[in-house]
C-alpha cells in the first residue's frame, strides 16, 4: 500500500488500490500531510548525513536501567562512536541528556523530596560516563545545566548560545540537561524534549533527534494495539496527530510523546526538522541513517531568523 496523505480540515473520501482491492483513503483540505509506513523513511537518511548542526537527546530509560540506576555505558560507547564519526565528517553534536535523577535515585531514595539530591548525585555519575566515552573518540566534553530563564531571558539566551558555539568550536561535545539541583516548579522547563527542542532553536540546528524507546509516532500505542500504524512524515500538527500521543509510563521520566509533539511544533517553527527514532538499539543514528524506522517532522520552510541562527 502507498503512502497515505491526509488533508484537513474538510474530510472527502477517496481511494487507492492495495493489491486487487480498493482501499479508502481520507483526504482533506489541506491543513497537514501525513505519511504512513510503506516504505523506508530515506528521506530522513539524506537529511541526517546532510546537517550542518544536529541536536541530540537522550531519555533516561535509554542512559540508565531505570530499575538499578547504572548506567548502560555499553550502549553509550555505541551511540559516541555515531556521534565521533559525524564530527570526523565536519558535523557538529549538541547532546540533550535526562537520566540524572534516575541515576542519583538509588542513593537518595530514603529522603523526603529526594529529586534534587538524586539529580545532583547522578549528573557527576552522567557527566564521568560521556566524559569516558567520549575520550575514547578523542573528543572533550562541556557541562551546560540550564533553566527556563537561560533559554526565555534575552541575556542569558546568548550567553547559553554563545557557550555552546565555542564549545563545539575546540570539538568539545555539550551535554546539556536541566539544572534539576536547583530548580523549582515555578522556573522548571519540566521536560527535555521541550528543552531539547529550545537548544535547537537558539543554535540554528538542522535537525533535532529524540531517541525514544519506539520508532516513531503511530497512529495508536503500539504496545495496546499491534495494528497502530507507524507515521514516517508529518507536516503540520493538528488536534487528530495529537490525539495519537500518550503520557510515558516510565517513573522517571517528565516526557512521552505528548511532549515530543510539543517539541517538534518548537522545532518546526524554527525551521528545523526533527526526528523520533528508537535510541534503544546500538549505534542509534548509524540505524536513522541506513533507513531505519523515525517519524521526521517537516517544517513548513527552513527560513530561519539570521539573528538566532548566526554561525559558530
Not at 45 to 69: D, F, H, M, P, Y
Request: glycine share 8%; with cysteine.
Amino acid at each position: 500500500m502507498s503512502g497515505v496523505t491526509w488533508h484537513a480540515p474538510q474530510a472527502t473520501l477517496t481511494y487507492q488500490t492495495q493489491g486487487t482491492r480498493e482501499v479508502p483513503r481520507r483526504r482533506e483540505m489541506a491543513s497537514f500531510i501525513v505519511k504512513q509506513d510503506s516504505m523506508p523513511a530515506t528521506a530522513s537518511t539524506g537529511q541526517l548525513s546532510s546537517a550542518r548542526r544536529l541536536v541530540v537527546k537522550i531519555g533516561s530509560g535509554l542512559i540508565a536501567n531505570t530499575e538499578t540506576g547504572e548506567i548502560r555505558e555499553s550502549w553509550l560507547n555505541t551511540l559516541i562512536e555515531d556521534v565521533g564519526r559525524l564530527f570526523s565528517r565536519g558535523q557538529q553534536v549538541i547532546i540533550v541528556t535526562s537520566g540524572a535523577v534516575a541515576v542519583g535515585s538509588r542513593r537518595a531514595s530514603l529522603l523526603d523530596g529526594a529529586k534534587h539530591v538524586a539529580a545532583a548525585i547522578g549528573q557527576v555519575q552522567i557527566m564521568r560516563a560521556y566524559e569516558k566515552s567520549l575520550a575514547r573518540c578523542g573528543l572533550g566534553v562541556g557541562q551546560v545545566l540550564l533553566s527556563c530563564e537561560d533559554i526565555h531571558n534575552q541575556n542569558r539566551r546568548l550567553n547559553t548560545k554563545q557557550t555552546l558555539q565555542q564549545l563545539l568550536q575546540v570539538e568539545a561535545v555539550p551535554v546539556v540537561n536541566e539544572n534539576d539541583t536547583t530548580a523549582t516548579a515555578d522556573i522548571r522547563v519540566g521536560d527535555n524534549d521541550r528543552l531539547a527542542a529550545w537548544v535547537a532553536q537558539m543554535v540554528g540546528a538542522d535537525i533535532l533527534i529524540l531517541l525514544s524507546n519506539v520508532d516513531g509516532l503511530f497512529t495508536e500505542d503500539p504496545s495496546g494495539n499491534p495494528l497502530a500504524r507507524l507515521l514516517t512524515e508529518v507536516r503540520f500538527i493538528t488536534p487528530e496527530i495529537e490525539a495519537m500521543a500518550s503520557h510515558s509510563p516510565n517513573r522517571h521520566s517528565s516526557g512521552g510523546m505528548i511532549t515530543k509533539l510539543v517539541a517538534a511544533k518548537i522545532a518546526m517553527e524554527a525551521g528545523c526538522k526533527m526526528l523520533i527514532a528508537k535510541g534503544t538499539i546500538s549505534h542509534p543514528l548509524s540505524a536513522i541513517e541506513r533507513g531505519g524506522p523515525s517519524t521526521c517532522f517537516v517544517p513548513f520552510t527552513n527560513d530561519r531568523d539570521k539573528s538566532e541562527a548566526g554561525d559558530s
